[in-house]
């Protein structure tokens, strides 16, 4: 029996599917960012219009990046909790159901060794996926996806290029910390059981999770990477039934990505992560391996280790 045998079954899945994404859209496209342009607006200069004509492009717009900061973690801090609070309130469900199971020190620390050996074989899907070329007839999507991929891209550099020690931290706790924990309470916790209920099947399940995790980011020349990564945190998830696993994972991957570019800017290391270049093929063998062993090893030692929390 998996932690997700023990869901109830009185609502049918695909109506739990459906409020959870829709509540998870709800809370970071409208609520999130409202409640963070109030919390904003003591650190913008002039109007709300005078602000929101400086966002596209706000490169040249230093002044914006506190509120932006404010903005997307309050983006993504509604992300989670509107559909925790349909959870709660409308499915009368427990946070507890997260983390059923017990976790070890050990399993984490191999986790995070996971994820670091994953960023390897990816870059092989990110070089790929980043020069991918459309058929004539999605031409006009491929225009779309390029122009969002741009703006996307931009805002992202603007929000960490970091000029001082206060503005890293603030940035890896929007981009690292936040993400870790509600992207992973939604996509994982929430969707990824009633998607393997609906289906009758884990690995679809944790597919389609995974898939809806990499299109809710918008960015489609990312997004076969992103997809595989959203798979690894499902199956640790699955595997460990704990949610502060994949959160640690998730947690690993973002904040390593912060640091490096942080260290990038100071001049400390000649590594470029925002770079798209596929990493050498013995390092990318190397990863793959290391890889696949720590995952078979982690899904033998979370089974052997399975105790209710």
């Avoid at 969002?148 to 891209?153: D, M, P, Q, V």
């Avoid at 969707?191 to 999770?209: D, K, M, Y």
């Avoid at 995974?210 to 020349?221: E, I, R, T």
């Amino acid at each position: 029996m998996s932690e997700f045998d023990l869901i109830p079954r009185e609502r049918p899945a695909s109506t739990s599917i459906f409020f959870i994404v829709v509540a998870a859209l709800v809370g970071f496209i409208f609520i999130g960012p409202a409640i963070g342009l109030l919390f904003a607006a003591p650190f913008m200069e002039g109007t709300l219009v005078d602000f929101l004509s400086k966002i596209t492009p706000p490169l040249h717009h230093p002044e914006l990046k506190t509120s932006l900061f404010i903005i997307q973690g309050c983006a993504t801090f509604g992300l989670a909790a509107c559909p925790l609070l349909y959870w709660s309130v409308i499915e009368h469900r427990r946070v507890n159901d997260f983390f059923r199971y017990k976790t070890s020190a050990l399993a984490l620390v191999l986790t995070a060794m996971v994820v670091f050996f994953f960023i390897l074989p990816n870059t092989v899907l990110m070089e790929w996926n980043a020069n991918v070329v459309f058929p004539d007839f999605l031409k006009n999507f491929e225009t779309w996806a390029k122009g969002r991929e741009e703006n996307a891209n931009e805002l992202t550099t603007f929000l960490t290029t970091f000029g001082s020690t206060r503005e890293f931290l603030v940035g890896f706790f929007v981009v690292a910390v936040l993400p870790g924990i509600s992207e992973e309470l939604v996509f994982r916790g929430m969707l990824q059981p009633q998607l393997h209920r609906a289906t009758n099947n884990v690995h679809v399940g944790i597919w389609l999770s995974a898939f809806l995790f990499s299109s809710l980011h918008m960015q489609f020349f990312g997004f076969v990477p992103r997809l595989f990564l959203g798979a690894l945190f499902g199956y640790l998830y699955y595997w460990s039934g704990n949610l502060i696993v994949p959160m640690m994972a998730h947690f690993i991957n973002n904040g390593f990505s912060v640091i490096m570019l942080y260290l990038h800017q100071l001049g400390k290391i000649d590594i470029d992560v925002e770079s798209t270049e596929a990493a050498p093929w013995p390092a990318v063998i190397s990863g793959t391996i290391l890889t696949f062993a720590l995952l078979v090893y982690l899904k033998i030692l979370f089974e052997r280790n399975r105790n209710p929390a």
